[in-house]
């Protein structure tokens, strides 16, 4: 397994809703904005959303109001609930931890998982 290990992908029809998570180290987490990119067959990587450590969040224009980004701390999960879901929507999810400290700067990437929006 990877630094960060994702979960939570599937197949969906028109209109439901999917939750993915992303599990990491606390050495990781309690440093690191956590986010969701996304990327469609032929597209580049795009924002879905971040959160920090704090708890701000930021959405890509077209997911917000449909997507909420959330972390457990306790845990060491972030966390993206996907409603009212379209076959625009179908992607491979990635996440990604922006780890920040004194003695270090990186990104982090999950291995992404597939949500396949189809009826």
């Known amino acids: 397994q990877g630094e960060l290990v994702e979960s939570g992908g599937g197949v969906v029809q028109p209109g439901g809703s999917l939750r993915l998570s992303c599990a990491a180290s606390e050495s990781i987490f309690s440093r690191s904005t956590m986010g969701w990119f996304r990327q469609a067959p032929g597209t580049t990587r795009d924002l879905v959303a971040t959160i920090t450590t704090s708890g701000t969040t930021k959405y890509a224009d077209d997911m917000r109001g449909r997507f909420t980004i959330s972390r457990d701390n306790a845990k060491n999960t972030v966390y993206l609930q996907m409603n009212s879901l379209n076959a625009e929507d179908t992607a491979v999810y990635y996440c990604?931890?922006?780890?920040?400290?004194?003695?270090?700067?990186?990104?982090?990437w999950g291995q992404g998982t597939q949500v396949t929006v189809s009826s």
């Open positions: 990604i931890g922006a780890l920040r400290a004194p003695d270090v700067a990186r990104d982090i």
